[in-house]
């Protein structure tokens, strides 16, 4: 089972670049998200989605744009990337209905911004 | 704010002893509690939650407690083995009027180091 697949794993970008990180699922799940994990910081959420064509801002969302046009797909997109953006990137589904606690996270995809 | 605390950023405990990790947290509106465990280079993965309405949830070797009033809660791991060694994050949800809730509020997380 692939469960939530991350690309890439690694990307070094130039400030003022900008990059899609891919987030695909294959567990039929309603709800998608992204984190960011910085030192000391613990994981922060920046979008989620709970359904195709349906997205919301999280904690820590400037910066940022996704889109849900399908079920399984979830893209995060930097527009123009900047130092602050260095960090650890999750991308995280979970089960439609009921309590939506037990998250499934990907790998994740660490992006340095120079 | 930092609404999920864990003060302690990593832990060293002895194979087969007790592991306590624990957490605090600010907002009594919270409807449940979460841990996660987290190996290097790869996601976090589930481990254990409970329900501000109960006071432990047990599974096999992993206990969380849950104190309200102090706005407190511990996983206990008992007996420790070598592969528990990971990040354990602690987080939090509240449940919004439709029953279902988005947003996970994490901790910093505690370095759980077992060894042999």
């Known amino acids: 089972n692939a469960g939530v697949t991350q690309t890439p794993k690694f990307q070094v970008l130039k400030t003022g670049q900008s990059m899609t990180l891919q987030c695909a699922q294959d567990?039929?799940?309603?709800?998608m998200s992204w984190y960011r994990q910085d030192p000391g910081m613990g994981l922060r959420l920046i979008h989620y989605s709970v359904g195709a064509g349906i997205t919301d801002q999280g904690e820590v969302p400037n910066g940022y744009n996704v889109s849900r046009s399908t079920t399984e797909d979830f893209p995060l997109r930097l527009l123009s990337a900047a130092p602050s953006q260095t960090s650890v990137y999750f991308c995280a589904s979970s089960y439609s209905g009921g309590i939506r606690e037990k998250l499934f996270f990907g790998s994740g995809t660490q992006l340095s911004v120079l | 704010d930092q609404q999920v605390k864990q003060n302690s950023p990593s832990l060293s405990v002895q194979e087969g002893r007790i592991s306590i990790l624990n957490c605090d947290y600010t907002n009594s509106m919270f409807d449940y509690f979460l841990w996660y465990k987290k190996y290097p280079a790869e996601g976090p993965t589930f481990l254990i939650s409970i329900s501000s309405i109960k006071d432990k949830n047990e599974d096999g070797r992993f206990t969380v407690f849950l104190n309200k009033s102090a706005k407190h809660l511990s996983l206990h791991i008992v007996p420790s083995q070598p592969g528990d060694s990971a990040v354990y994050f602690c987080?939090?949800?509240?449940?919004?009027?439709?029953?279902?809730?988005?947003?996970?509020?994490f901790g910093k997380g505690t370095l759980l180091t077992v060894n042999p």
């Open positions: 987080a939090a949800l509240r449940l919004n009027s439709g029953g279902s809730n988005y947003k996970l509020t």
């Open positions: 567990m039929n799940h309603e709800y």
